[in-house]
């Protein structure tokens, strides 16, 4: 259960509650569907978690979207005033009395009104509680993935039949989208990119399918160097560090997760692996990593 | 900046750096955007534009905040993508660059405002092609698919909310749960099967370059608009009408809230949880904002000029008996305001 690994790597950094803005966070702790909006947002508390009561509070005005196993009194009413906000958060049982409060973000603002609602409190570093629980995945998110990369592969096909067809930048990128749609996913992880390099045409989707990402990149006739991507997947096995797989690598689950170079691998990771042309989703193994997306043809 | 007795701004937000720089962000889900962000650092004189690493990490705050060494003097930043960049940054106590970028924001260029109205076009004519689709039997994600294609096609650079196709109930009862005792709006698409005698509200907004549209209105599924909803649909003009009124240089935020009531036999026509008008630029919806619960104090210190945009949104509601809600986009103009929106209100005109 991701709750209870959330409230384990929190007891392991001594954390008594988090404070998260970033969806992806929220999210992996509560299971709930928001409404989705593209792009960054600064950071404001729109998930609280409270280790001692092992309890997840969300901020939304309606349960529609909201797991069963958080019940109503566990929601809070957004607000245009921060400092309302934050007053709500702090009324939530547990926020007040705690030492450590981690944050995913922070903004001058909600700095100060954090300082005042929570004098006692020291903000510390809550995304590295949230990346140590999101790190490996269970059997249940890797089913999850795998359907998402099912729909990146139709929006794939749909893409590359456009391309085929010579159809301009605009027409691809939409059949792409219209397909994702069709499949009952409406949210991308990023718009369908169109790269052209002389005769060569690349496309990269990526679909959030409820809330997991998957992401490919294929290339018409095919990409200059495949076999640097195979090379590339090869490397992904436990123990080998990211700096030592010799291809663009970051971490998927909720959306993109970031891998420092020197992040070394563990069974259980799912990492989105490309090289110039080409992209596919693997799962890291103690031996031969799984590819997630289908084999390039 | 100088008004704010501030030197350099630091804008790591990326509708903050659009603004600033002119430079867009690609449309992406949020860690992406956040973890490929860039980051501007903004003086009087000059504007930077650095794609630091990922900011979560020690390293690349502490080598972001080396760069801004270079720029000597009172320094403000609008957020911080991570505790790591707010230790970093200690040293130089940064003051909250949301006040000046409110003041910046409030009034758009010549530029800027076609910007919107581009975005807005293109969200107007990818409706063209959905609306014979609201019909009994379809999927609201089949009206998703027919947007994409179509705002694809005519040149959007990427889809800002997960468009909204929210059937309502006639009874606030009869919906989900809320807060507020008010309908849960907006609701994203479900793959729900659309029937004879659902009412649709609807909430789209793309991007186009950097900017935003914000695009609403009322449908009804296989049937025409009843006497009671063409009532409260001319309720909706009267109130669009008396916002429009009052929305001229000099007015404040707070004005347009107060007509909104008054053309509304006294009650809020918005949804308690939002507003009865926003903003929109690089946000769908963004400052200023009139009606929220900030309250009279905050938004009668708002003051329209020339080059404000508003999205005006009343909705409408008869518990019991539904309502209409859509969203016009205006411009305020040196004498009053000017629309940006230019859609058909069918099925109700």
């Known amino acids: 259960m991701s709750k209870e690994a959330v409230l384990e790597e929190m007891a392991r950094q001594a954390i008594d509650v988090l404070l998260l803005g970033r969806e992806g966070n929220a999210r992996y702790v509560s299971g709930a569907r928001r409404l989705f909006l593209a792009g960054e947002r600064a950071f404001a508390p729109g998930c609280v978690v409270v280790r001692d009561h092992a309890a997840v509070h969300l901020l939304s005005a309606t349960d529609f979207g909201i797991p069963e196993g958080i019940p109503r009194h566990n929601l809070y009413a957004p607000s245009w005033n921060p400092a309302t906000l934050v007053g709500r958060v702090a009324a939530i049982p547990g926020v007040a009395p705690a030492n450590r409060v981690g944050v995913d973000g922070l903004t001058p603002l909600f700095e100060a009104l954090l300082a005042s609602s929570l004098p006692g409190a020291e903000l510390v570093d809550a995304e590295a509680v949230m990346r140590a629980a999101r790190r490996t995945k269970s059997a249940e998110e890797l089913a999850l993935i795998r359907a998402a990369a099912a729909v990146a592969e139709a929006m794939m096909t749909a893409a590359l039949d456009a391309v085929r067809a010579g159809a301009p930048d605009g027409t691809i990128k939409g059949v792409a989208m219209q397909a994702m749609a069709a499949s009952g996913v409406t949210t991308a992880a990023f718009e369908p990119r169109i790269d052209r390099n002389g005769g060569r045409v690349s496309v990269a989707v990526g679909v959030l399918r409820e809330g997991w990402e998957a992401d490919l990149t294929r290339t018409v006739p095919g990409p200059v160097r495949p076999e640097e991507l195979t090379a590339g997947i090869a490397r992904c096995r436990a123990g080998a560090a990211v700096a030592e797989i010799g291809a663009h690598v970051h971490g998927i689950g909720l959306g993109y997760e970031v891998l420092p170079p020197s992040a070394v691998l563990e069974p259980g990771m799912v990492l989105s692996v490309g090289t110039d042309g080409a992209r596919d989703v693997v799962l890291v193994r103690e031996d031969v990593p799984e590819l997630l997306t289908a084999p390039r043809s | ?349």
């Open chain 2, 1 to 349: 900046m100088g008004a704010h007795g501030v030197d350099v701004v630091v804008l790591c937000g990326e509708n903050n750096v659009t603004y600033a720089t002119g430079e867009p962000a690609p449309s992406q889900e949020p860690a992406r955007a956040g973890a490929t962000r860039k980051v501007a650092i903004i003086t009087p004189t000059d504007a930077r534009l650095i794609s630091p690493p990922p900011l979560d990490f020690e390293e690349a705050a502490q080598d972001l905040a080396a760069a801004i060494t270079d720029y000597p003097g009172t320094l403000a930043i609008d957020e911080y993508p991570s505790l790591a960049l707010r230790r970093a940054l200690a040293p130089r106590s940064p003051a909250d660059a949301g006040p000046l970028l409110r003041s910046a924001k409030l009034v758009k260029t010549s530029a800027e405002i076609e910007a919107i109205r581009r975005a807005q076009r293109i969200n107007e004519r990818a409706m063209d092609d959905v609306l014979p689709l609201v019909k009994p039997g379809l999927r609201d994600t089949d009206l998703t698919a027919a947007f994409f294609r179509r705002i694809f096609e005519l040149g959007a650079t990427g889809n800002t909310v997960d468009p909204i196709w929210n059937v309502v109930p006639s009874s606030v009862a009869d919906g989900p749960f809320t807060l507020t005792g008010h309908l849960p709006f907006p609701l994203p698409a479900s793959g729900r099967v659309l029937e004879k005698g659902d009412v649709i509200l609807n909430d789209t907004g793309i991007d186009v370059d950097g900017w935003a549209s914000d695009f609403g209105r009322t449908w009804c599924v296989g049937f025409e608009p009843k006497a009671r909803q063409r009532s409260q649909f001319r309720r909706y003009l009267d109130i669009v009408g008396a916002c429009r009124e009052v929305i001229k240089p000099g007015a404040t935020a707070w004005d347009v809230a107060v007509a909104a009531r008054q053309a509304n036999s006294g009650q809020p026509p918005w949804f308690p949880h939002l507003y009865v008008a926003h903003g929109i630029g690089t946000e769908s919806a963004e400052l200023p904002f009139c009606g929220t619960d900030l309250g009279e104090e905050v938004e009668s210190q708002v003051v329209l000029a020339p080059g404000t945009v508003l999205v005006l949104e009343p909705v409408v509601w008869e518990d019991g008996h539904g309502g209409y809600r859509a969203e016009e986009v205006v411009v305020v103009t040196e004498g009053g305001c000017e629309r940006l929106t230019d859609y058909p209100h069918a099925p109700y005109e």
